[in-house]
């Protein structure tokens, strides 16, 4: 179990005797496939790009978002009125956005776990010029469909975020039961690392994390499009009524109740 590390220019060995922890070690990163993986992968990769880069995909993902949030929050989300505080908060660039930019938020996202895009756009930004920096980032089609994908994926994050701050971290019922909450007690906003910590995780999992997989989910996800995300789905489906046995049951009989109306 030994972990490979370049200190000041030197390649040291360090033992990990934690098995748990030198799988979470050597899952950061990529790993190295054989060629029939690499030549697998590529299917995998236009589908993803062509199922969600689309306009249809892009208006759709919003409404599933926030129905999901409403489902999963920790904090007594409101269906697309959160959402829609969260984008007026990402299009302001107020405070509760610059935190939401600096916690590694937007890594969770179906875009932002994409990590040759993130290399890619590091490399963008690193441009000499304005003028290459607004032909490889602004005008090429594809990346503009991705910022467009990602931000929409963020309103509902930062929804979340918002709401664990300005409770000060104290976690609520899911569903309906989390909104009773919210609207009877006061908020106690507070922004200490304990709770940044904590509105960090909430955003991320208040719908699917992307990133969270382990080894092999990872590299399944390579053949398989939507392997992981189905995965992490259910996952957090199970997470949610592990920590609310009741709420969640209410949600469904409400979302079914509507539905029939």
């Known amino acids: 179990n030994l972990v490979t590390v370049i200190r000041d220019g030197e390649r040291q060995f360090y033992e990990v005797h934690d098995q748990a922890l030198y799988d979470a070690i050597t899952a950061i990163g990529g790993r190295a496939s054989s060629t029939l993986i690499e030549w697998a992968s590529k299917p995998a990769a236009l589908l993803r790009a062509g199922a969600t880069l689309t306009p249809g995909f892009i208006a759709?993902?919003?409404?599933?978002?926030t129905?999901?949030?409403?489902m999963q929050s920790r904090y007594g989300f409101i269906p697309v009125y959160d959402t829609i505080r969260g984008f007026i908060s990402l299009a302001l660039g107020d405070e509760d956005a610059k935190l939401?930019?600096?916690s590694g938020i937007q890594q969770s996202s179906l875009v932002g776990a994409d990590r040759d895009r993130v290399r890619k756009a590091l490399r963008s930004m690193s441009s000499t010029s304005r003028a290459d920096f607004f032909k490889n980032v602004v005008l090429h089609p594809v990346d503009l469909l991705r910022a467009i994908s990602e931000n929409m994926e963020s309103a509902t994050r930062l929804g979340e975020f918002r709401l664990a701050l300005n409770a000060g971290g104290v976690e609520r019922r899911a569903g309906i039961l989390g909104i009773v909450q919210r609207a009877t007690t006061k908020n106690n906003r507070k922004t200490d690392d304990e709770t940044l910590t904590r509105a960090t995780l909430a955003a991320r999992d208040v719908t699917t994390d992307f990133s969270r997989a382990g080894g092999l989910s990872r590299e399944a996800n390579r053949v398989y499009a939507f392997f992981n995300a189905r995965v992490a789905?259910?996952?957090r489906m199970a997470e949610t009524a592990q920590r609310d046995q009741v709420g969640p049951g209410l949600n469904v009989a409400l979302l079914a109740l509507l539905s029939y109306a």
């Open 67 to 70: 129905l999901v949030a409403f």
């Open 60 to 65: 759709r993902n919003p409404t599933r978002d």
């Open 233 to 235: 789905g259910y996952v």
């Open 100 to 102: 939401f930019f600096t």
